[in-house]
């Protein structure tokens, strides 16, 4: 064997993920050190978080807020604790609350259009109350609409690309100002992908923050690295270094190696992947060592 020198990288972030959809253990010593669970039981996912797969760093929302009869109430896949009711604006500072309470590291809020919707001043409610905890907005918008709300009441992140509308350029340029949207590209086909590589190429283009991110549990995504999901970053225009910060965690996070040298592109990097392993953990301090 050679001796080129192998690369070594930060582990995948998988930035949309519903734990309790999937074998878990399956993620264990993997590419992928790190999950963020965007709606689930508090109590479940909290617990996950406590004593994860080896391997794997589990950070989660917490519930689904929405409206009485909103979005996923009534799902066959969502438990009742996963969704939280907001009926009025008085009732965001509590909801936001226990989400600081259960450990969560944002609010998850859903504008699903079809089902009942989080009226202006509710919405605004849950923004200003998770703020003020310091807390990002996640928001799940679907239907005619429902992004630009997000965007306009301060949302931090759209959880999905927006794919149920072509949005008109000024919407793109205020999203990419102010949001970061992740990716989900994978779980649409035809025409729904279309209009989310739109939407994706003109955010990318305006110098919107894109990351990876899977919805891994919904539906027949892959645990793992979703090669398919990285070929989608690079085609709404993702390579080099931001395609890096995209798919892959902050310098603190566990690292991988690989002998295959730095991926620039999408087909590179699913390679890269695919030959990586952990990297040996940093030397522990001598004190340890005796
Ligand atoms: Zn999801």
Redesign the pocket.
């Known amino acids: 064997m050679g001796d080129a020198p192998s690369v070594t990288l930060p582990g995948v972030v998988d930035r ?1 993920v ?1 734990l309790g959809l999937v074998d878990v253990a399956s993620l264990a010593d993997g590419p992928v050190v790190e999950v963020h669970d ?2 689930w039981d508090p109590r479940a996912v909290r617990a996950l978080a406590a004593a994860p797969p080896s391997g794997l760093r589990v950070r989660y929302a917490g519930p689904f807020h929405t409206a009485p009869g909103g979005y996923p109430s009534g799902r066959a896949w969502a438990p009742e604790a996963a969704v939280r009711h907001v009926a009025a604006p008085e009732e965001a500072a509590a909801a936001v609350a226990d989400v600081v309470a259960a450990g969560g590291f944002g609010v998850k809020v859903t504008l699903h259009a079809g089902m009942p919707l989080l009226p202006d001043d509710v919405l605004h409610a849950l923004v200003d109350a998770a703020h003020a905890a310091r807390l990002p907005v996640l928001v ?1 918008a679907e239907g005619t609409g429902q992004a630009e709300r997000a965007v306009d009441a301060g949302a931090d992140t759209l ?1 999905h690309v927006p794919w149920t509308e072509v949005l008109p350029d000024g919407l793109i340029a205020r999203a990419a100002a102010r949001t970061t949207w992740i990716s989900t590209l994978a779980i649409h086909d035809g025409d729904a992908l279309g209009v989310a590589l739109d939407n994706a190429r003109r955010f990318v283009a305006a110098g919107g923050t894109l990351e990876y991110g899977t ?1 891994l549990g ?1 539906g027949p995504t892959p645990p793992g690295v979703h090669e398919r999901e990285i070929e989608l970053l690079g085609e709404a225009g993702l390579s080099g270094a931001a395609l890096r910060r995209a798919v892959l965690g902050p310098p603190s996070a566990p690292r991988l190696t690989s002998p295959l040298p730095l991926p620039d592109t999408a087909p590179d990097l699913t390679a890269w992947l695919r030959t990586s392993r952990p990297a040996l953990p940093p030397r522990r301090g001598s004190h340890l060592a005796r």
Do not use: F, P
């Open positions: 949309h519903h965007l709606g799940h959880v919805d919904n």
